[in-house]
């Protein structure tokens, strides 16, 4: 495997450059440098820096079954009316185990699968540590340097993910939908807190409505957002209803994205997210060169001897974690 | 709040020699440190080595639904019948907004409140990176001072929580329950593949004989822990039908950790387990140091400057990273 691996990722520039091109197989292979966190995305990244696109990223978040595959498809496709070129990223973080999602490219988004103005790629974090946002941005940047206009990114796990995708995005979406659970639980998932969009698909169904009031309840409340109330000044998160399933409500979706874009821009706080996120990136790709450093002590058994010791009783883990360092920065 | 804190905090060796006495209240206020990443830790965890107990730790995990909570109550209750001094620890890793789980202590576990054998807590780890990881082990630790035969850590988040968890554990219960979602659904979040037992809750409910079906038909496809499977040699999971909510069932799972353990003992397992537990605190802390060098960088505007420089395509991350780590080790 090795060997394959290294053959076929021999030519960077060459992919670099057909990638930039619009190449959606070269585009792939990138991202798969990327998900296997290969010691090739150092060059990838160099040479894509000063071809670095402007794609406008769109996450979309909420609990399985709210029907978050449906809406990405029904969002490409008011999209591409528009004649704009997209991007999908699925990430799966929940699933350090499986190496990749279960539902792969194949089961999804079949109608855009012809569509060359489309690239469409899962994307599983394979790490534990900073996994969703050490890959995530440098997937952004190659679909960027592809030349799309908008990224959705779409996480298919739950929990933590939710939460953390706000932070790659310049705008939030996140979806809800009847009968899908009662308002506690999704604000304990800190999900409503990152919304700069409400989308409550399955509108069709009874309780769409319900859905609606108490969004528009906690709104009134203040619970939405009080850190990033803050930081952001006056946008209220819009509601818009949605039947994913048969497009309705899709267009609206766009023009209010398009809405909190330009809003973005007048106070900003596009650029303020931008830094934060290459901030984020920076910061998780350096924890992970201290991390391997750690690691290679790890494997010259001076951690796993710490570790006895810790075990024994003979020190505790703040000494043992001084000595690990003194190693590390030495 | 910070003088408050301080003067709470300000006799450390006094609280320590009463939580390893004992004393609910100072375990809590212990755990409270943990849970608030106090800079008192140090000296805590410094003076509680010398006294580390020998607490068995159990993890469960599961869907939402799945009767954890319940199910942890029945244990305690089984344990309690045996003597023994029961510590739980219900981490919730999912929200890192609210800064504590909405459930409280209050309302869980009602049935053991009375007892002076038993300490119940709750803990939200705040910090994203190696949330779980960095504060369970301490507070885990403090319960083993304090006199814990058993400690079962409840994760009340989902997600990639529920596979951590059994990192954490000398031995991991997966719960599972009659019409919670298919077995994919199950496997995808790998909670199989970490399990060293199977409860099927709710078993006078319909179904549950399907789902005992459904796992003895995936373990024979040796779906169960390929890389587990390696290192444990031949430990298949044992799959115990219960109703907790009437107790059933709670004295057999009880019986099935215990030869568990037996097993975990006789084949060295249970001194690997602890020593990789060990080593995954002592990095988690020293990744914490280290994030805390960079954190003062990026105080100091190092960091933001660096990625003004990333978003202008001037320098890209991997390069960025490298000045930001020389920063922190030079």
Known sequence: ??????????????????ATAGNARAVGRLISLVEDASPALRQVMQLLAPRAGHARVIGLTGSPGVGKSTSTSALVSAYRRRGKRVGVLAVDPSSPFSGGALLGDRVRMQDHATDDGVFIRSMASRGHLGGLSWATPQALRVL?????DIVLIETVGVGQAEVEVASLADTTLVLLAPGMGDGIQAAKAGILEVADLFVVNKADRDGADQVVRDLRYMQSLGMQAPSQAKVDGHWVAPIVKTVAAKGEGADEVVDRI???GVWLASTGLLETRRRQRAADEVEAIALTVLRSRIGDLRGGDALDRLAGRVVAGEVDPYAAADELVAGVTQ
């Not at 290294?6 to 060459?14: G, L």
């Not at 960027?144 to 799309?148: D, H, L």
């Open 1 to 18: 495997m090795t060997g394959i691996r290294a053959r076929r990722t021999a030519d960077v520039p060459e992919l670099v450059e057909q």
């Open 144 to 148: 960027s340097a592809a030349g799309c």
């Open 258 to 260: 398009e809405e909190h």
